[in-house]
C-alpha cells in the first residue's frame, strides 16, 4: 500500500463536505493557565457517531466502485470504526457486515445495528480478528475497510487536522492519540504537508505503547496488552502502513496514566462542558501535564462513553 499524501488529504476533504461535520475548535483560559500554553482543541467527539472515524470510514467507502458498494462492506472493529463503516455504507446505498467480539457492550452493537449494519461476532481472546474479517469479506464477496491499514482511511482521518491548521494561524504542536495509527499518521500528512516545521506528537497510554517503543527500536515492536481505560488505544502492536508514515513524519510520543486521562475527563465535562471518552481525553491530558508552550492544536478524538461506563471511570 502506498502512503497517502497532502494531495489525498485534500481530495478526502472534498468526499466528505457536507456529509462529515466541520468540528469547533474549541477555548478555555482556565486550560490555557493550567497548561502554560495556548490550546485549540478541535472536538472530534462531536463529529458524527461521536468520532474522528467517520472521516476515514466516507472517504474510503465513497471510492469505491458501484458493483463494490452493490456486493456490501465489511470491517472489524469494537467500537467507533464499527459504527463508521456502518454509517457510511448507508449513507451510500451500501450494506455492510461488521466483526464484533462476543463481549462487546450491547450500547456499541445496538449503535451498528441502528446504522442498519448486519453484526458477526468472535471471540477476542481466540480470535484473530484480521483473519476472520479477511475470511468474512472473501466468503461474501465483500470489500473490506480495516480500521487504519488503509490509505484513503488515513487521508480522510487526516481532514481534521486540515480543518485545525485552515482555522488556526501559527500552531506550533498538533497532538493527537494514538491506537493502530491511523489518525496520527492522517494527521501528520496533512500538518507537515501544509507546516514542515510544525511538531507533531503522539499521546498513547503508558500501559499501550507500542508506538513508542516501535519508534525508538525503529522497528514494529509488538507488547502485552495490559489494562487502561483508554480501550481503544490498546493496541498490542502498529499497523505497517501506519508505522511507516509516522517513522517519517512523528516528532514525538508521549505517555499519560489513567488517572491523568480521567482528570482530563473530568475537565473537560466540569470546564468546557463536553464529554469524551478516555481514548478521547488523552490528548487534552497530555497537554495539561505543562510539558508544552506556544501555540498547541489537540484533537480530541472521540467521546463514544454512555453514562454507566463514564460514572465508572470517574468515580475511582
Do not use: W
Not at 58 to 78: C, D, F, M, P, T
Not at 131 to 144: F, V
Not at 222 to 244: K, N
Amino acid at each position: 500500500m502506498i502512503a497517502p499524501t497532502l494531495d489525498d488529504v485534500r481530495a478526502a476533504a472534498t468526499r466528505i463536505a457536507g456529509v462529515a461535520h466541520r468540528t469547533p475548535v474549541l477555548r478555555s483560559r482556565t486550560l490555557d493557565g493550567l497548561a502554560g500554553a495556548e490550546v485549540f482543541l478541535k472536538a472530534e467527539n462531536l463529529q458524527r457517531i461521536g468520532a474522528f472515524k467517520f472521516r476515514g470510514a466516507y472517504n474510503a467507502v465513497s471510492r469505491l466502485s458501484a458493483e463494490q458498494l452493490a456486493r456490501g462492506i465489511a470491517a472489524y472493529s469494537s467500537g467507533n470504526h464499527a459504527q463508521a463503516v456502518a454509517l457510511a455504507a448507508r449513507e451510500l446505498g451500501s450494506s455492510a457486515v461488521i466483526l464484533m467480539p462476543a463481549d462487546t457492550p450491547a450500547s456499541k452493537q445496538a449503535a451498528v445495528t441502528g446504522y442498519g449494519a448486519e453484526i458477526q461476532t468472535y471471540d477476542r481472546y481466540t480470535g484473530d480478528r484480521v483473519a476472520l474479517g479477511e475470511a468474512l469479506a472473501q466468503a461474501r464477496g465483500l470489500t473490506l475497510i480495516p480500521p487504519y491499514e488503509h490509505p484513503d482511511v488515513i487521508a480522510g482521518q487526516g481532514t481534521a487536522a486540515l480543518e485545525l491548521l485552515d482555522e488556526v494561524d501559527g500552531l506550533d504542536v498538533v497532538m493527537a492519540p494514538v491506537g493502530g495509527g491511523g489518525l496520527i499518521a492522517g494527521t501528520a500528512t496533512a500538518a507537515k504537508g501544509l507546516r514542515p516545521d510544525i511538531r507533531i506528537v503522539g499521546v498513547e497510554p503508558v500501559d499501550g505503547d507500542d508506538t513508542r517503543r516501535s519508534l525508538a527500536a525503529g522497528e514494529r515492536v509488538r507488547i502485552p496488552v495490559l489494562r487502561t481505560i483508554a480501550d481503544g488505544q490498546a493496541a498490542d502492536i502498529p499497523g505497517e502502513l501506519t508505522f511507516s508514515v509516522n517513522q517519517r513524519l512523528v516528532d514525538e510520543i508521549v505517555l499519560v496514566t489513567d488517572d491523568q486521562i480521567r482528570d482530563a475527563m473530568r475537565f473537560a465535562f466540569d470546564r468546557l462542558k463536553i464529554v469524551l471518552e478516555p481514548s478521547g481525553a488523552t490528548g487534552l491530558a497530555a497537554v495539561l501535564t505543562g510539558q508544552f508552550s506556544g501555540r498547541v492544536g489537540v484533537i480530541l478524538s472521540g467521546g463514544n462513553i454512555d453514562t454507566v461506563r463514564f460514572a465508572e471511570v470517574l468515580g475511582r
